[in-house]
Each structure stands twice: as C-alpha cells, then as structure tokens.
C-alpha cells in the first residue's frame, strides 16, 4: 500500500503523534506501527505491522493547557531518488526555524531497493513538542501542491517549516489534523466530564460535531476562552528526562530562548504562560462506550 501521500497521515505523523495522543483515552499499552518497507503514491508497495490491544473502555480527558513549544523533531523520507534530496530539505527547514527555536533535530530515511515500494518520492514531517507534552504536527509531501510535481526540496523545507509555525500559531492541545479523532474520542468516552482546549476548529470538525449530534445525541459545549494557566507543578505525562531538561532550563537563563509560545513568540521561562487567543474550550458528557466483543469458540 501506499504508506507516505498528501492525502492521509503518513505513517511518520501516526507513530510520532496520533498514537502517543491515544495515551490520554487507553489504560493499557500503546498500539504499535513497524514499518517494513515504504510505499509512494502512485504505486505504493509499502507494507507495515500494526499492534493493538484490546481495549475495552475509553479514558475520559482533561487537557487545556498548550504550554510553550520546547522543541521540534522531524522525520524526512525519500526513496529511488538521490539522498542529497534530504539534505537540502534538512537545511531548508532550519533555515526558518533557526532563528525562532534552537533545539531542532530532523531524523533522515533513505530507503532503496526492495525497501523503497514502487514509486519515487520524499516526505516531511515536523512535530512541535510543548512544555506539557503536547505535540502538533504537519507533514509536506512533495508534489503536493503541484500539478506536475516539480518542487524544489527548497520550497518543500520553507513551506513545511512555516506550515508547523502556522500551526502553532492556532494554538491548542492538538493540531487541526488530529481534532476530528479527539472529538470522537470524546464522545465515546465513560459518562464523565471530557474537556480539551483546541485551536480554530476545521470544517471537518464541525460536520463529526453534527454528525456526533445525529447518532449519539451529543451535545458539546463550546467556550471561546482567552486565559491558558497551568499549575507550577510538572505534568504528569511529562517524562523524567524532560523534567530534567525543564530544570536545566530554569537554571539556565539563556536556554529561555528556545521555548516560543502559540503565537510564535520567544518566551521567559518554560513555567511562564501568557494567553492563549482564539482557542476554544470544548467539553462533554460521552456515552459510555464499552467493548463487549468475546472470544469466537
């Protein structure tokens, strides 16, 4: 199958971003992608593992707090083309990401042979990473917005590292890709309060929040909020190595310039948050899914 293209996630932004996201609805360990061999559009031939356990209720969450962007890691895929491709996209997207935040690392794939699929092509994944452990993301494929596919590995980088700003920008607990999954999510949550802080909602979000309505009958409650405080104490879903980075940085006054809050700009202190404006808060009862699915004999 086709395992990187313009249309739907991209193998890269499932492992690096959706599946860490399930970690607020699943008590139990995270599905898995082990990806075997890549595939592009148009032929694909990519081939994936996909683990999951079963999962028999949905947590219900309560993320409001976007905190400051902390770093960026990104994935940069090519395959039957030339590796130096990955180079120039790499120092393109530093190029403009450089002067707002330091701590930026981009991780290289090059595949070929029998692991590159059947067709030619590269892709960009950039994911944001906040104080409280959030994560936003984009992903840029080359050709995606050319007919004829000739895009410069230049443009590619530019225009990836600028679309990952704009979505910061927007603000939020999750970027606009992942909203739809969440709203979902929420509603199949237990009969509890559910309430997540997003940016500017999509069109897609609002058609799952009509069609949510019409099978479910749930109703979400929207608040356009301005205010994004957050307790002094360090999240839990945190890590102990982050926590020790967040330390470090505290200590270190210099190393405040690599924290830019959701609109971009260059922060104090990673325990510091200014307003968030144009977020919106929504919550909800869910129905209480439950998975009632028994072993076939």
């Known amino acids: 199958g086709i395992t990187n293209d313009s249309q739907d996630f991209t193998v890269d932004v499932l492992r690096h971003v959706t599946l860490p996201l399930l970690k607020h609805f699943i008590d139990c360990n995270l599905p898995t992608i082990e990806v075997k061999t890549r595939g592009c559009a148009p032929k694909g031939g990519g081939s994936v ?16 707090h976007t905190g400051k962007v902390r770093r960026v890691r990104g994935t940069i895929f090519c395959a039957k083309i030339s590796p130096t491709i990955i180079t120039r996209v790499i120092d393109s997207v530093k190029s403009v990401l450089g002067g707002i935040i330091s701590d930026v690392y981009i991780e ?19 994911v944001a990473e906040s104080t409280t ?10 050709g995606q917005f050319a007919d004829n596919g000739a895009e410069l590995p230049e443009s590619i980088g530019q225009d990836a590292a600028l679309m990952l700003l704009d979505e910061i920008s927007i603000g939020g607990v999750v970027d606009r890709s992942h ?39 749930i109703v979400f409650k929207i608040k356009v ?12 879903e945190i890590s102990d190595e982050d926590s020790q980075n967040m330390d470090d940085e505290n200590n270190n006054p210099d190393s405040s310039n690599n924290l830019i809050d959701g609109h971009g700009n260059v922060g104090v202190n990673s325990r510091k948050y200014t307003n968030e404006k144009n977020t919106v808060l929504l919550s909800c009862l869910g129905i209480g899914y439950i998975n009632m699915s028994r072993r076939i004999r």
């Open 49 to 64: 593992i996909f683990t999951c356990p079963v999962v028999k209720s949905i947590l219900p969450i309560y993320n409001i």
């Open 108 to 126: 290289s794939d090059h595949t070929k042979g029998k692991e590159s699929g059947l067709s030619a092509g590269y892709s960009v994944c950039l």
């Open 133 to 142: 452990g959030n994560k936003l993301s984009i992903e840029r494929t080359a």
């Open 179 to 217: 909203q739809s999954l969440v709203l979902l999510l929420m509603a199949l949550g237990p009969e509890d309060v559910c309430k997540v802080r997003f940016g500017e909602l999509t069109k897609k979000s609002i058609e799952i929040l009509r069609l949510l309505k019409d099978a479910y009958g």
């Open 225 to 236: 909020d301005t205010e994004d405080t957050i307790p002094n104490d360090v999240p839990d």
